[in-house]
T-cell receptor, first 116, second 112 residues
Framework: EAQVTQNPRYLITVTGKKLTVTCSQN?????MSWYRQDPGLGLRQIYY???????DKGDVPEGYKVSRKEKRNFPLILESPSPNQTSLYFC???????????????FGPGTRLTVT | GENVEQHPSTLSVQEGDSAVIKCTYS??????FPWYKQELGKRPQLIID?????GEKKDQRIAVTLNKTAKHFSLHITETQPEDSAVYFC???????????FGPGTSLSVIP
């Protein structure tokens, strides 16, 4: 089954404790991205990756890191989480067409993160 | 950079009526405009999209229109049903720059 998976689905942590949210897709998509969703603000892109070893900042990258060492995986790293990073996080992937992201983004199930 | 505004933020309609959600974008270079539906507790899913070389696209009860000159696009849902109740997000993308900018969302309630 074609899918995007995220782990963990729920996480409660404390300020400053490093954490990683994993994202994996089995559709051989080149383009992957991370979003955070907050009430009234919609989905805001944190980082995206056009392919292995190619990553770039989205609109709200501060406090986050990513890596893309394999095509299928795109982990999100919070080196020192703070309470303002409490949010719902979505990973998404999409194939490229003509070298650019195209068609629909396939979203993972979401990770609800609470930082106390 | 691109900015996407979306109105209204909440919308209630009677079952069977039509619903219209409007979005405006700021970057005239944007050329791809998807609409996503997110049911409570679930992930966003694409329901329809339109590219800048097309003025209108329809898929059963859902249609999207694009006015490039005015830089706005709209989602039209006809004959609404209770299962249409969800949050709808518009988005704009300029494919050369790879970023996707979403609107803040519209919470649609269809009253039986």
């Amino acid at each position: 089954e074609a899918q995007v998976t995220q782990n963990p689905r729920y996480l409660i942590t404390v300020t400053g404790k490093k954490l990683t949210v994993t994202c994996s897709q089995n559709m051989n998509h080149e383009y992957m991205s991370w979003y955070r969703q907050d009430p009234g603000l919609g989905l805001r892109q944190i980082y995206y990756s056009m392919n292995v070893e190619v990553t770039d900042k989205g609109d709200v990258p501060e406090g986050y890191k990513v890596s893309r060492k394999e095509k299928r995986n795109f982990p999100l790293i919070l080196e020192s989480p703070s309470p303002n990073q409490t949010s719902l996080y979505f990973c998404a992937s999409t194939p490229l067409a003509g070298g650019f992201p195209s068609y629909e983004q396939y979203f993972g199930p979401g990770t609800r993160l609470t930082v106390t | 950079g691109e900015n996407v505004e979306q109105h209204p933020s909440t919308l209630s309609v009677q079952e069977g009526d039509s619903a219209v959600i409007k979005c405006t974008y700021s970057d005239s270079a944007s050329n791809y405009f998807p609409w996503y539906k997110q049911e409570l507790g679930k992930r966003p899913q694409l329901i329809i999209d339109i590219r800048s070389n097309v003025g209108e696209k329809k898929d059963q009860r859902i249609a999207v229109t694009l006015n490039k000159t005015a830089k706005h696009f709209s989602l039209h849902i006809t004959e609404t049903q209770p299962e249409d109740s969800a949050v709808y997000f518009c988005a704009a993308m300029e494919t050369r720059y790879d970023k996707v900018i979403f609107g803040p969302g519209t919470s649609l309630s269809v009253i039986p």
